[in-house]
């Protein structure tokens, strides 16, 4: 069979092939692969948060502040989320490679002495925008996918977003390949890869026509099973990186074997899913053959016009057009009601809050303020700020963490790698075990919120008491816990409120973390350890050594953030008790039903800029 496949793609490698791979959606896909484990630089703090801490005199409460600002222009989107609502997503990834550039070189400047050294203030700025780029790509390839496979979104999602949790882990080997051991050298790598990538890639990012079921997009299995392909492949890669890990924690390699380890081998395994993509459009092209082999007597009637690449772009304009025409006609048919006469602004204003505060059924589109004002979202949102805020404040704070309990720096490290591959680990198992449990059990994903909330309490509970050795467990526990978060709240909301305005919704979900980092990584870790450290050196941080040691140094901070992980899950048990009716039913049906679908606004297709 595999010979077959080969054989029969080695005659399809034509140009014409060549271009419907590349104008193709499961390029598209690849393309956001890329851009995606290029885009979790605010996962890696950690492994430079020490040089940055002593390079430039910070004490613990002011580098926990530039790790919330570096949270803060992470996960707040909205400026994102906007924009990618009225332009193609290249506009927002380009806007996204500019503030990377920026804010990153500036940092990287300011660490290595190459400027003046900034005020704080300055430096808030500077990560803060760097960070930020980092929503522009989430928003402009998982926004994009979502749209593009509307009926496989907790799957693609939780692939996607894998590739973002295995970003942290890619970039370790990367900067240990070209720059060799050095933590400020990371930075500067963190400065333009992302760049590079996203200008390699960033038009082949664009949301296309969603036809249900058509021999031309092939059907929800067909799909799923080149989404396994891919999962196939991210598991592979996270397997070479956690071996990469664990052997580099034993053996020392030299600056060329990491170069081998780091650069040839792992860009071949990033490259590995053009495979998969090349394979889902020959089989997309076999399928079209078939059909048009049929015998007439037999075929039954055509689905609707399936744009290829040779279609591109007239093709959906005509369509567009006549779409248009036909909508128009039917308008003009139907009965015309008298005038009304002109409202008052008093009445819109009325009209406008009273539409607000009566939203649709769960499952269809809201309005951007019918879904900010809705008792579902802001549950939602309490309980990702309990469980996101805890699991990030143990992330960032891992570099001191290990540091207190009196682990040596590589092994610091390790625990920091570590947490990118159970965060890949954690996303990955979340998107695909929620699609299943929902598919075949109607098991709520609001429930599985729950279940992460609750193992991440064991995380911190480790973390809080010191036990020996128990970092390695903290550090997993922490780390898949946080990756799990996300595809299950990114997927809920698309869920609950509709695809319409998707990108603006997601990005006000992201907006819980930093809220969350501030106030229990911030208010509470930071100002906690100064306290401990001041005790420890005389009740003065002023000109002397700012490093707290002890297992105190985080105890009362981690027991109370296990009290907030707690409220959290009663938070999320509400939620469940809102929605188990909701996902008891089809919550798919709208995009099963419909001859062909466009998720791109509402419900006409959007023409996108070739």
Not at 42 to 55: A, D, H, N
Not at 134 to 142: D, E, G, K
Not at 346 to 365: I, Q, V, W, Y
Not at 595 to 604: L, N, Y
Request: hydrophobic fraction near 50%; charge should be neutral.
């Amino acid at each position: 069979m595999v010979l077959a496949f080969v054989g029969g793609a080695s005659a399809m490698l034509t140009p014409r092939f060549a271009r419907q791979v590349v104008l193709g959606r499961w390029f598209m896909v690849f393309a956001c692969v890329l851009i995606l484990s290029a885009s979790g630089a605010t996962f890696i703090f950690g492994m430079y948060s020490k040089v940055l801490k002593s390079s430039l005199g910070y004490d613990q409460r002011t580098l926990n502040t530039l790790a919330f600002f570096k949270d803060l222009g992470y996960n707040v989107g909205i400026l994102a989320g906007l924009i990618n609502e009225v332009t193609p997503p290249w506009v927002g990834l380009s806007i996204g490679a500019a503030l990377n550039l920026f804010g990153y070189l500036m940092v990287y400047l300011a660490i290595d002495g190459r400027t003046a050294r900034p005020p704080v203030w300055l430096m808030c700025i500077y990560i803060c925008v760097g960070a930020n780029s980092q929503s522009f790509a989430n928003t402009c390839a998982l926004v994009t996918c979502v749209k593009n496979f509307p009926e496989s979104r907790g799957v693609v999602l939780g692939l996607l977003k894998s590739f973002t949790g295995l970003s942290g882990a890619i970039f370790a080997q990367l900067y240990l390949a070209i720059y060799g051991d050095d933590a400020k050298s990371l930075v500067l790598l963190i400065a333009w890869l992302p760049v590079l990538v996203s200008f390699l890639v960033v038009h082949a990012v664009r949301i296309m026509p969603y036809y249900p079921l058509s021999s031309g997009s092939g059907s929800t299995a067909t799909n799923n099973r080149a989404f396994f392909w891919l999962l196939y492949i991210s598991i592979s890669l996270a397997g070479y990186l956690l071996v990469m890990i664990v052997v580099q924690q034993r053996i020392n390699f030299s600056h060329a074997a990491y170069a081998v380890s780091g650069t040839a081998v792992l860009v071949l395994l990033l490259l590995l899913p053009l495979a998969a993509v090349v394979k889902q459009e020959y089989m997309i092209i076999k399928g079209k053959e078939l059909v048009a082999d049929e015998p007439t007597t037999l075929r039954e009637p055509p689905p609707p016009t399936v744009l290829t690449a040779d279609d591109e772009p007239d093709a959906l304009q005509m369509v567009t057009v006549s779409a248009i025409v036909v909508e128009t006609e039917a308008e003009a048919e139907a009965p015309t009601p008298q005038q009304q006469p002109p409202s008052s602004s008093s009445s819109n204003l009325g009209s406008c809050l009273k539409h607000m505060f009566t939203p649709p059924a769960r499952g269809e589109d809201y309005s951007i303020l019918q879904a900010l004002v809705s008792i579902d979202m802001l549950l939602l949102f309490l309980a990702t700020i309990c469980g996101a805020g805890g699991t990030l404040t143990a992330i960032d704070n891992m570099g001191q963490i290990g540091q207190s309990l009196g682990y040596p720096a590589k092994t610091i490290n390790t625990f920091v790698s570590l947490i990118s591959i159970w965060n890949y680990a954690g996303r990955v198992t979340s998107g695909f075990t929620s699609e299943m449990l929902l598919s075949r059990y109607k098991l709520p994903r609001t429930l599985m919120v729950t279940a992460v909330l609750l193992l991440s309490c064991v995380g911190h509970l480790l973390i809080a008491f010191g036990v020996p050795q128990s970092l390695y467990l903290a550090s997993v526990l922490v780390g898949f816990c946080f990756g799990a978060l996300w595809p299950l709240v990114y997927a809920i909301i698309s869920e609950v409120f509709g695809l319409k305005y998707y990108s603006t919704l997601y990005n006000f979900g992201t907006v819980a973390s930093p809220v969350g980092a501030y106030l229990l990584n911030v208010r509470v870790s930071g100002y906690l350890y100064d306290v401990e450290a001041a005790k420890q050196h005389g009740g003065a941080l002023a000109g002397v050594d700012k490093t707290c040691m002890g297992v105190q140094c985080f105890h009362k901070s981690f027991l109370v953030i296990t009290g907030v992980t707690v409220l959290g899950i009663l938070v999320s048990l509400v939620l469940v008790w809102r929605t188990t009716s909701f996902y008891k039913g089809d919550i798919y049906a709208r995009f099963r039903h419909s001859d062909s679908v466009s998720v791109a606004g509402e419900g006409q297709p959007r023409k996108e800029a070739e």
